[in-house]
């Protein structure tokens, strides 16, 4: 068999792969087929390999696919090397110390925003955002900072494809690319949950190059006046991270 197509298997498992990661919940080989567009004969092949290393368990009662235990070793693997992690992780404890809110940090991966850090404060804090957790990239201040560095190509066809059916949410969110590229940084209230507030500043190497995003989260009720507060000390630490790159 050529290199292409090697490549070509290569990428049907891991599209596999990627669609039971991305659910969040077990799935059915017929739905993960009609989701990845394969034939079901051709999914089972696949769910096969990845059972075998590992990386996909079957549900011994419901038949269901889940991630497997060789997940369990990436996890670790990706947090004790990360450098993004190992970048950021003093500085979003000490955001954490110094706020008394809670901190994420974000990464933009395959057409979803994935929360890969998270630090809670003591105080109580009602929010979906959850270490491994993917959300979509059009809503909240999280996924529209790192929308608005990835690059403009790549940027247009997630919108269109996400927003093309509804042109008023669609101009609205473009404009709002805009502020966001030029103050380095986005706000959100109740937009992905009800009553949390967010602040969220995009990590940019160098080069000009986007790492991630580092988000700060309240409940709205406790920001109050303190908003000017918790976005200028957000935007620091976020550009002392910037700077390691």
Not at 60 to 76: D, K, Y
Request: glycine content about 8%; proline content about 3%.
């Amino acid at each position: 068999m050529n290199d292409s197509g090697t490549k070509s298997i290569v990428d049907r498992v891991l599209q596999v792969l990627a669609c039971v990661a991305k659910a969040g919940r077990p799935m059915g080989a017929k739905r993960i087929a009609s989701q990845v567009g394969m034939p079901l004969s051709t999914v089972y092949r696949h769910l096969a390999v990845l059972k075998k290393w590992g990386l996909l368990q079957e549900h011994m009662t419901s038949g269901l696919f889940a991630p497997g235990a060789t997940g369990v070793q990436l996890a670790w693997g990706f947090d004790q090397n990360s450098n993004l992690i190992n970048q950021s992780r003093d500085e979003i404890s000490a955001l954490v110390e110094r706020t008394g809110e809670s901190v994420g940090l974000l990464v933009y991966s395959n057409e979803q925003m994935v929360c890969i850090a998270m630090e809670e404060c003591n105080r109580s804090l009602r929010c979906s955002f959850t270490k491994g957790r993917a959300h979509s990239l059009m809503h909240g201040a999280s996924a529209k900072s790192l929308l608005a560095f990835l690059p403009a190509e790549l940027r247009q066809r997630l919108m269109q494809e996400q927003l093309g059916d509804s042109p008023q949410c669609l101009e609205a969110l473009e404009k709002e690319i805009i502020e966001i590229r030029r103050n380095r940084f986005a706000t959100s209230d109740s937009e992905v949950d009800l009553g949390v507030w967010g602040v969220s500043v995009p990590l940019i190497s160098h080069d000009e190059s986007l790492q991630g995003t580092i988000t700060l989260m309240a409940p709205s009720l406790r920001v109050g006046s303190r908003e000017a507060e918790l976005i200028s000390l957000t935007r620091k630490a976020g550009s002392r991270i910037s700077n390691r790159f």
